[in-house]
């Protein structure tokens, strides 16, 4: 079974900065993408941070310059390191992964989310 969990939410002061893992279980034959999205009350979803298994990154504008996207291959791990963080940063963290696992086709997995919350 796929499980990704997400840790490192929590509240910080703006300005401040935090880090966020995702760590991903299961029979993965290989991870295409690994990717780190948000979702603010009353707004979509949005992607904030991608990292492809080549190790390149793409961000959105809205956040480059203060994400960063990371992995561990060898622990299926990512992180999203964030500084000068502002009150607008407050949202629920997802953990995405594009993966093939063992017995299923190519999809998507989602983690359960971590709260960020920004206090200005």
């Known amino acids: 079974q796929v499980q990704l969990v997400e840790s490192g939410g929590g509240l910080v002061q703006a300005g401040g900065s935090l880090r966020l893992s995702c760590a991903a279980s299961?029979?993965?034959?290989?991870?295409?993408?690994m990717a780190w999205y948000r979702q603010a009350p009353g707004k979509e979803r949005e992607l904030v941070a991608g990292i492809r298994e080549g190790g390149s990154t793409n961000y959105p504008d809205s956040v480059k310059g203060r994400f960063t996207i990371t992995k561990d291959n060898d622990k299926n791990t990512a992180y999203l390191q964030i500084v000068h963080v502002t009150p607008e940063d407050t949202a629920v963290y997802y953990c995405n992964v594009d993966a093939w696992v063992t017995g299923f086709n190519r999809q998507e997995y989602w983690g359960q989310g971590t709260q960020v919350t920004v206090s200005s």
């Open positions: 299961g029979s993965f034959v290989r991870i295409f993408d």
